[in-house]
């Protein structure tokens, strides 16, 4: 069966380095999402990508965060600087249509920021 | 504005009998569609369940089914014969054809006793 992605499964980053996430969404979907959890809290959504643009954005998804399809598989998320509170679990989501359809999840990537 | 709300952070049950978690919604939407994501220990999300809000027949799926009712904005997931497989934190989500982003519930976590 198809699945997402994700790697690493953990990243350790010092605070005010750069990291980069990659995920490879499921090979006939076209919408790809990051969505975040900081750990005993809820899912978070941060960005929608479809057709190779930003098709929606939440608040937390600031200057410092952007996401590329660098190629027909991957799905990168990059955060320029980390911060302390950028510490969560990082999921990548695909769907084969927007709205209404099914998104399947990565394992996720767990980021440290020191 | 949209949201999810889970009133039950925890609940637990007794192996092969029945459980039932709440979840409420706000949305001013016509059409919209209602999840339900299992997260084990592994913390990878695991779609269990989708209901679209036009369909007035509840979804099963094996085990699980929903209880929707669309009048009282209330979607609540029962899971039959619990299994211990089913211990995890669920979390109840919604999406709207206007957007493409799932808002989540805080979750509910559950704990099925042997």
């Known amino acids: 069966e198809p699945e997402v992605t994700q790697t690493p499964s953990h990243q350790v980053t010092q605070m005010g380095q750069e990291v980069i996430l990659r995920c490879v969404p499921i090979?006939?979907?076209?919408?790809f999402y990051w969505y975040r959890q900081i750990l005993g809290q809820k899912v978070e959504f941060l960005v929608s990508f479809y057709n190779n643009e930003i098709s929606e954005k939440s608040e937390i998804f600031d200057d410092q965060f952007s996401v590329e399809r660098p190629d027909g598989s991957n799905f990168t998320l990059k955060i320029r600087s980390t911060k302390l509170e950028d510490s969560a679990m990082y999921f990548c989501?695909?769907?084969?249509?927007?709205?209404?359809?099914?998104?399947?999840f990565g394992p996720g990537t767990r980021l440290t920021v020191t | 504005a949209q949201t999810v709300t889970q009133s039950q952070p925890e609940m637990s049950v007794q192996e092969a009998e029945t459980v039932t978690l709440s979840c409420t919604y706000d949305?001013?939407?016509?059409?919209?569609?209602l999840f339900w994501y299992k997260q084990p220990p592994s913390r990878q999300m695991i779609l269990v369940i989708r209901q679209e809000a036009y369909k007035q027949q509840n979804a099963t799926e094996n085990r699980f089914s929903v209880n929707f009712q669309k009048a009282a904005k209330s979607f609540s997931l029962k899971i039959s014969d619990s299994q211990l497989g089913d211990t995890a934190m669920y979390f109840c989500?919604?999406?709207?054809?206007?957007?493409?982003?799932?808002?989540f519930g805080s979750g509910t976590r559950l704990l099925v006793r042997p």
């Open positions: 989501a695909s769907s084969q249509d927007f709205g209404g359809r099914e998104q399947y």
């Open positions: 989500a919604l999406t709207m054809d206007s957007s493409y982003k799932l808002i």
């Open positions: 090979s006939n979907h076209l919408y």
């Open positions: 949305t001013s939407e016509n059409n919209y569609y």
